[in-house]
């Protein structure tokens, strides 16, 4: 679970659904089904969505958690080197992991 902002591009904390749902709702609520009471949603899809048995929650339920969703893209490496091409032109690159 990463809670600081990325050194080097500066982004918002990245987590995971399921992070954020056990170490940041279920702490400021009490519970997973007082979460659920707050954001009007079933408890037991909360629940699949925490323990990644369901995906995309959907904008709405999103907005209400105060979430967006990022996508992020990172250059493969190379299967030679191991280095990536983009790393061989920068001195340095985000993973979105830092």
């Not at 399921?18 to 609520?29: A, C, N, R, T």
């Not at 629940?47 to 967006?68: H, I, Q, T, Y």
């Not at 030679?80 to 979105?96: E, F, I, R, Y």
Request: aromatic share 6%.
């Amino acid at each position: 679970m990463n809670t600081t902002p990325c050194p080097c591009c500066g982004a918002a904390p990245h987590w995971s659904l399921s992070d954020f749902i056990q170490y940041v709702l279920v702490p400021q609520h009490g519970s997973l089904r007082a979460v659920a009471r707050v954001l009007d949603v079933d408890p037991g899809y909360l629940s699949r969505l925490k323990s990644g048995d369901k995906g995309d929650p959907g904008e709405a339920l999103l907005r209400r958690m105060k979430l967006r969703r990022v996508v992020w893209y990172e250059p493969r490496r190379s299967a030679t080197s191991g280095v990536t091409d983009a790393a061989k032109t920068s001195d340095q690159t985000c993973n979105g992991d830092a």
